[in-house]
């Protein structure tokens, strides 16, 4: 056998390798060329995890010479991420900055030649290659020395390396790199090295796709650089596969994980304005905003001709509402602008310019109309516009949806500031934030927590004149409530009315102080101021529970019943197991049926055991929020005769409880509806649904059942 041209250690290479294959039979002699058939000439092995294809016809042959290297699944290592020596890259294969473009990448250099009469083809790609043996081109297979690790023929046998013609094409099954035995196998059309762009850029990556899947033992899958035992490949020194296996990630959606590869890559390359960039796109996936702000301009600090590091700055600013400095970026001379972006961008910039005229004279309907228009063109990350939002809805007296529309912000992480020379309605952008949030901790009557707020704004923008007037007002203010607060604890109610009015001149719309003077005016029997109050205090904030008790209470005092047993039911609803309510409710009842004539001789606190005998009237009564006892019994029955007076004792004992009977004979819809068959059964529901249920129950345990669900 002729040796001619090689090594010494690769002869004895390729005798070790040829012995063992000729015990394995797959080869009986290279001078024989005796080879198994139906394992090499007849089957295209192109895809290992594709169906085997026949072969039809000769392999046809071209002078090609340029090479489009593939990344073989028999070879025992992966992608190296380096082009073959030897290699002629074809100028439609570059981009701007002259970085390879295409998806493929060589395998590892310094194989054998093929022997005369077998050739290489690829038939996948837009280039096939032919690699001829003795021809002088450059050949990418694997060393002979390395032995096959992956490719098994049907019959069992190793296939030997170079012998079958192999296609190249990508496995369009799905994306990213899987494992294939010991060899990297590149799937869906992506290959060892992703496209490249600007400083090593990558072409556009997608949103997460379903994670990847082990197609074999041993290796590592793309997107799990952390979580299968992958820490080696952090130890890489080669930047650029770090990065590739980066983009990887980032296209599966493992965004934390690219973040790490990209922070790798930048720790030994610091001066790649691509790697920070793609940081930057990571850190946006992640909403870490001022972070990926700050990559993206050092990207272009390193490389100011970076175009596509300054759109992506561009269109980050127009997210978060920074319209100004967005046009700079996406508006760069010499570069045709993203037209999507642009008008996203105008929009923007004039929702926001109506937002401020509005709020300069004080319209809220309009200022909360722009700002939705603006989040909902595009700047849904801009926390100023969220806090806009919520200055409104304040404004307006929804406090509620005010507060929901702050916290909101909190998932934009604005720890950090961005640009403190930027201004929002005059005020520094981070000053904006606690500017509002004052605003709301003063109407929700937290006034230290105002107080903080409006001091951290206050730091940040001390020149602010909006700042200034409300920090000094809540100062005002807080001063006011707390010499109330003391007057009112020494029964000086007068002078308590006029602290608290003292810090309604500053603060007209403050809830609690309306609340607080109220109480004062209940307690020198000025009714009618006080429910003055606390009509406004709830015009204010809807739900406030103090501010409708006191009302009801003065309502009481003035004998407006009909107004204080509306009152009272809006709080027996809320609070519905308080019995210092179901009592005033019950009285405010009594009195209300007095005015009108009604005999209420019969009325006791905590009322009768109401019967029930039609479905409706009994789906009504259980729908309460409260709990309702119901008694289902028969009138003929002993066990229910007896029971009866111990179910009057709980109603009055537990007034919290809405106690009721069903007559099973008289009224036999009902007991078919609850499907009761044994009478005395006692049902608890809450909110029309079944809590317990309690067939021919003791006395001890029907009272603990009742107690239990009137806490």
């Known amino acids: 056998m002729a040796q001619s041209g090689k090594p010494i250690t690769d002869i004895r290479l390729d005798s070790l390798n040829d012995r063992l294959r000729n015990s394995l039979n797959c080869v009986e002699d290279d001078n024989d060329n005796n080879f198994n058939k139906p394992d090499f000439r007849e089957l295209d092995l192109g895809s290992p995890v594709s169906p085997l294809r026949t072969r039809g016809g000769a392999t046809a042959t071209t002078t090609t010479t340029t090479t489009t290297t593939s990344s073989s699944s028999s070879s025992s290592g ?359 949030r004052a605003q709301l901790e003063l109407a929700l009557g937290r006034f230290e927590d105002a107080l903080t707020a409006i001091e951290k704004a206050g730091q940040i923008d001390p020149r602010s004149v909006e700042v200034s007037v409300l920090l000094s007002n809540i100062r005002m203010v807080s001063q006011a409530r707390s010499r109330g607060n003391a007057l009112f604890k020494s029964e000086r109610y007068t002078e308590a009315c006029s602290a608290y009015g003292e810090g309604l001149r500053l603060d007209p719309s403050n809830s609690v102080l309306l609340c607080n003077r109220a109480a004062c005016w209940f307690k020198l029997e000025k009714w009618e101021l006080s429910v003055d109050d606390c009509s406004q205090a709830l015009r204010i904030q809807p739900n406030y529970t103090k501010a409708l008790l006191r009302r009801a209470a003065s309502n009481s005092k003035l004998e407006r019943w009909a107004e204080a047993v509306q009152d009272y039911e809006v709080l027996r609803r809320e609070l519905a197991y308080d019995n210092e309510i179901a009592e005033a409710l019950f009285h405010a009842q009594v009195a209300l049926k007095k005015s009108r004539g009604e005999d209420v001789s019969n009325m006791q606190f905590g009322g009768e055991v109401e019967s029930v005998s039609c479905l409706e009237q009994f789906r009504a009564a259980i729908s309460s929020p409260c709990a309702s006892v119901v008694h289902f019994l028969a009138s003929s029955n002993l066990q229910c005769k007896q029971i009866s007076p111990v179910l009057d004792a709980l109603c009055a004992k537990y007034p919290s409880i809405n106690f009721l009977k069903v007559d099973v004979e008289g009224s036999p819809a009902i007991a078919n509806a609850e499907h009761v068959r044994i009478v005395p059964t006692f049902k608890i529901y809450k909110n029309g649904r079944r809590v317990k249920e309690m067939i021919c129950p003791s006395k001890e345990l029907l009272e603990s059942s009742v107690r239990h669900y009137s806490n």
């Open 78 to 436: 992966s992608v190296s991420g380096r082009n073959g020596q030897g290699q002629v890259v074809k100028k439609s294969d570059l981009n701007h900055s002259g970085e390879l473009s295409g998806t493929a990448e060589s395998s590892p250099t310094g194989g054998r030649g093929f022997k005369p009469g077998h050739s290489r083809s690829d038939s996948g790609g837009t280039h096939p290659l032919i690699y001829s043996g003795g021809s002088g081109s450059s050949v990418t297979s694997p060393g002979v020395n390395v032995l096959p690790s992956g490719n098994i023929c049907p019959s069992g046998r190793i296939l030997k390396t170079g012998m079958a013609s192999r296609s190249s094409k990508t496995d369009v099954l799905g994306s990213g790199t899987g494992n294939y035995g010991h060899g990297s196998i590149m799937r869906g059309g992506t290959g060892a090295k992703s496209a490249v762009g600007c400083g090593g850029e990558r072409e556009s990556v997608g949103l997460a796709s379903p994670a990847p899947t082990n197609l074999r033992g041993g290796g590592l899958m793309v997107g799990e650089p952390t979580r299968r035992g992958g820490a080696g490949l952090l130890n890489s020194n080669d930047p650029e596969e770090l990065k590739r296996l980066g983009n990887e990630n980032y296209k599966k959606g493992y965004f934390l994980e690219a973040l790490t590869l990209y922070d790798k890559a930048i720790a030994i390359s610091p001066g790649n304005a691509a790697y920070h960039c793609n940081r930057a796109a990571a850190l946006i996936s992640l909403k870490r905003f001022p972070e990926a702000v700050r990559e993206c301009e050092e990207a272009i600090r390193l490389d100011p001709g970076y175009v596509r590091a300054h759109h992506r700055l561009g269109s980050l600013l127009v997210s978060l509402g920074q319209v100004e400095n967005a046009r700079r970026h996406l508006c760069i001379p010499g570069h045709q602008t993203d037209p999507v972006e642009l008008q996203k961008l105008q929009v923007i910039e004039k929702r926001l310019s109506r937002c401020t005229d509005a709020r300069r004279v004080g319209d809220w309907k309009n200022v909360l109309r722009e700002a939705e228009a603006a989040i909902a063109s595009g700047a849904d990350s801009c926390p100023q516009l969220l806090a806009c939002r919520a200055e409104a809805l304040l404004k307006l007296h929804r406090i509620d949806d005010a507060d929901s529309s702050l916290s909101s912000t909190s998932r934009l992480h604005t720890s950090d500031n961005l640009n403190s020379q930027i201004k929002f309605f005059g005020i520094a952008s981070d000053a904006y934030l606690p500017f509002v």
